[in-house]
């Protein structure tokens, strides 16, 4: 069992509360997390009730949980302290589990279903409310994979779920923006069986903690070609620019909200607009401050 912390885990803290990890980064004395669900007694997930509704930076900002600046990134993230952390749940020790046991549950009868058909059980988890052991009949399944080629081997094999139209509508409605529809996958998310299922990329390896240092210098925006390998499909999504055809120059984008993932996955064109980065290993275009919301938009 791993003794550290992966993007998609969830921890319960000494209260009971549900906190959802993102990143791998793994500082001393706390880890980047945001606070799921809280225990009221008459939430839908058991009991449980989820805070953060809609997701996007701009509605993780206001939660009530403690934030700390980082410096090296010039920016503020969400928290729990290690002290306060009671339980930490893996994603892929829940699949063990579900395997381990004679599944009679309708939510696990489909999740074992498509992941044998289409992903198999090396280097995969089960995330969500399954991971906290709240869900109900009619949740969403949230699958982990694991590394760079169980990622790129998923993407290239699977043929896609059915599409999943409210997610298109919600997308729309909670980023402002017109054009979720481009930025939609079906072999990432969608329906199957009637059930609706997200497939999620996680870098099965912990990250180097202030390995580069940041500094905010104002909104920018740019048009330009970029190319997105596996790192444009995990959290925080990033591709380079290859051209930039309209602005000044930058060698990356960043994407800290995971809707934008799929427009810096392989080579496109986009229109992108955030929080100009200046760091020492270069200029990035930062999608997801708070100051500065932000969007990816694929041209092609």
Known sequence: ????????????????????????????????????????????????????RAYGVHNLIKLSQDFVYEPCYDASFPIILKSNIKEHLRPED???????????????????????KYIGTSNVGIGGSLLAGI???????????????????YLESFPGFEVDKEWILEANSNYGIDFADL???????????????????????????????????????????VFGDYEALIYPA??????????????????????YSSALF??????????????DDGNYILVGDRDVRGFVKPLT
Not at 94 to 116: A, C, G, M, Q, T
Not at 140 to 153: E, F, P, R
Not at 239 to 251: L, Q
Not at 266 to 279: N, S
């Open 183 to 225: 930025l939609y996958d079906n072999r990432r998310r969608g329906i199957y069986k009637g059930r609706k299922i997200s497939v999620l990329f996680v870098d099965d390896k912990p990250w180097r903690y202030c390995e580069h240092l940041c500094r905010k210098r104002g909104r920018a925006r740019i048009r330009a070609k």
């Open 1 to 52: 069992m791993r003794d550290y912390f992966l993007d998609r885990d969830l921890v319960i803290s000494k209260d009971g509360s549900i906190y959802s990890v993102f990143t791998n980064y793994d500082m001393p004395g706390y880890i980047f997390a945001y606070l799921k669900y809280v225990y009221t007694g008459s939430g839908l997930w058991r009991g449980y009730e989820r805070v953060f």
């Open 135 to 153: 869900s109900h009949e009619k949740s969403d399944i949230d699958i982990i994979v694991y590394g760079h080629k169980k990622a790129l081997d």
């Open 238 to 259: 990033k591709a380079y620019v290859s051209t930039v055809i309209e602005g000044e120059k930058v060698n990356a984008i960043l994407s800290y909200e995971g809707l």
């Open 94 to 116: 829940k699949l063990r589990e579900i395997l381990s046991k004679s599944v009679n549950n309708n939510l696990e009868l489909i999740l074992l279903d498509f992941i044998e």
């Open 266 to 279: 392989g080579e496109k064109e986009v229109i992108a607009e955030g929080m100009m980065m200046e760091c």
